[in-house]
């Protein structure tokens, strides 16, 4: 004689092992942030500070954020530009200001 599995409670069985990942947030904290960053580098004019910022963030906020997509983007180029200008502004002023130190460093035309 077989006798008929019991239908009437459920099975208990333990779930298997899910690994945890970070969820995509619902909020885009990452990439207001880093749009506020940039649009502060640009405004306070401390460009290299805030723009490392902005620019990490967006990066940032780009993986992790899908509904900030957008701002992330505009972090990444509002913090990159201003932080490009700045570089080429200290070489351009490094470039133009070196021939004049190394004159008075060498004592000007004392020599002759």
């Known amino acids: 004689m077989t006798t008929a599995p019991d ?10 092992a899910v690994p945890v990942t970070a ?9 207001i942030l880093a749009l506020v960053s940039s649009l ?4 306070f004019g401390l460009v290299f500070p805030l723009s490392i910022v902005a620019i990490v963030l967006g990066i940032l906020g780009l993986q992790r954020e899908p509904r900030g997509r957008t701002m992330s983007i505009w972090s990444i180029v509002l913090g990159a530009v201003p932080f490009a200008v700045g570089i080429l502004f200290a070489l ?7 021939p004049f130190g190394l004159f008075w460093a060498f004592d000007g035309f004392s020599g002759f």
Request: hydrophobic residues 45%; aromatic residues 4%; without cysteine.
């Open 23 to 31: 969820a995509p947030s619902d909020s885009p904290v990452l990439s």
């Open 7 to 16: 239908t009437t409670t459920p099975a208990t069985t333990t779930p298997a």
């Open 40 to 43: 502060s580098a640009i405004l």
């Open 92 to 98: 351009v002023g490094l470039a133009f200001a070196l």
